[in-house]
């Protein structure tokens, strides 16, 4: 049953499908003519160049009621598949009366004169259908696709007051029919396969006029589509239509355009790569000098382009008054400051990109740079530059900083590095530091992650340049160094100058009086290589030989 019921909808979209298929289809004529109601036999006259003037109604004519109806469409007349003409097919209904011969159809296209045609009826046949309500039909006029046509019926004679007028628009190109048969409509059709690796797009033609070669080329698509290079001609021999087409970058705008070789001919595009906008955002440049920053549509887009502050999380906050409509000329945006964490985001539709043109540091001008030494964070402002930039003290709560209505201006010299000294207890206190002085700038925040002891009454920022300890410690140790090596050095001369002093009978005396007692030795021996300590001393004995050799002074 469920197999019968899916049948049955198939054949009915099928043939609502063919339905309308058909009713795109054109009806067709073998020549052109005109056709009156049965019974009344009317005949083309001959063209006048200039319309004759009207004239006062008949007696008795009834001037409302002449003209009831007007029809127009479009018909085809066909020489070959691909040779057929359009005609423009006018139908119209009239009360008949002896006043009235014939009926006069007037057509007018744009930049074109008048073009009138006149068929009388004979007297016969109208005397037979005086009152009646009669049909004339005519399909002679030659028209155009795409054509505004203002047509207007008259009575024959011209009676003032007793006209019927009409505008018809006739069907465009892109009516199948016409695509198929009407040489001025036929474009060919394109299909393409892409090989992205190659940046290559193979191109195949179908349904070209079968007697002219083909050209193809790519093309940027705007008001009109700007060649990118030379176009490729199809020789209308060769058995397979197709081409190799090389492209640099696949833009949304870059298309496959053809056309016939033929004057004014009818040019089609397909456009591979529409859909890809993610291939506008990039081309960004920036100036260093004037700090500007610039970017210029590759194709025709509309969305809005805007500057915005990356946070931790990738996400993007826009930042006041920066945003532009992207329309032909270049988006700028002056006094911008060249930070990592500054992006352009790029909107279209419902979809966002975000590009970030200074995450590589290139232009990076200042930054906030954390020490961790001994337990404690030292948090300070670098800069390239000699600029200003606004502090604000902040307390995070949730994990969202709110800061306090005062600010602090700091001021940092060119390839210095400024201490902002948060001190104190501040766990969950964050400092906010951006640049002044120019249009477009981010904040950095920085929130403590150690509690940094000290005096809880010590300033909060302060402006006073940092001193790296290694200029003071190592001037001192070398200065240390140099004092100890320089005492030893003159401590060692001096001792070689007392000892060479002659003084052979104190050493004879000395000598015959030396001690026998083995531990006096060892002090005695411990004099002649040490002759003073600090803290316990132990001074040679004097010159005047005693029964003792040495004496320990002790402190």
Known sequence: MILWMYLLMFYYCLGLNGAAAENTRLDRIEKCGTKCSQGLHCKPKQRYLFPTPCQNPAEGLNTTSVFHNISLSTVMRCDGRQKCSLHLRIKTVLQLSESIHGVTFCTITAGMMPHCQTFSFTRTSRERMTGLQVEIENDCTAISPSQQVQVTVKTVANYCGVTLASTYHTPQCINEDLKRHVPECITGRLSYDVNPEMKELSVNVSDMLEDRD????????????????????????????????????????????????????????????????????????????????????????????????????????????????????????????????????????????????????????????????????????????????????????????????????????????????????????????????????????????????????????????????????????????????????????????????????????????????PALDFVVSALETQPALQGGVLIPDSPHCGNEKANLISN
């Open 214 to 517: 083909y050209l193809l080329r790519l093309c940027h698509k705007n008001f009109i589509c700007v060649g990118t290079g030379a176009s490729t001609l199809i020789k209308k021999e060769q058995p397979v239509k197709s081409v190799i087409l090389s492209y640099s970058r696949p833009l949304p705008c870059l298309c496959i355009e053809g056309w016939s070789v033929v004057t004014d001919a009818r040019r089609v595009q397909v456009c591979p790569f529409k859909d890809r906008l993610k291939e506008l955002w990039t081309g960004i440049t920036f100036d260093p000098v004037e700090k500007t920053l610039l970017w210029e549509p590759s194709c025709p887009v509309t969305a809005v382009v805007s500057l915005c502050e990356k946070r931790e999380d990738s996400v993007c906050v826009d930042l006041p008054h920066s945003s532009r409509n992207v329309g032909r000329e270049k988006i700028t945006f002056t006094k911008v400051d060249p930070h990592p964490k500054l992006c352009m985001k790029f909107t279209a539709g419902s979809q966002s990109w975000t590009r970030c043109p200074f995450a590589d540091g290139r232009f990076q001008a200042w930054d906030v740079v954390v020490t961790r030494q001994q337990g404690r964070e030292e948090v300070k402002v670098w800069s390239q530059i000699t600029t200003t930039f606004s502090l604000r003290l902040c307390v995070k709560f949730a994990g969202h900083p709110v800061c306090q209505n005062n600010e602090t201006h700091l001021q940092v010299e060119k390839h210095k590095a400024v201490d902002l000294n948060l001190t104190g207890k501040l766990c969950n206190s964050c400092v906010q530091v951006k640049m002044v002085g120019v249009k477009y700038a981010v904040t950095v925040i920085h929130c403590l992650k150690q509690c940094n002891q000290s005096s809880p009454d010590s300033h909060i920022i302060t402006d006073q340049p940092t001193w790296d300890l290694t200029w003071v410690v190592v001037p001192a140790g070398v200065c240390l160094a140099s004092i100890i090596i320089v005492t030893l050095l003159l401590h060692v001369v001096l001792t070689v100058h007392r000892r060479r002093k002659p003084n052979r009978k104190k050493e004879r005396v000395c000598t015959s009086e030396k001690q026998v007692d």
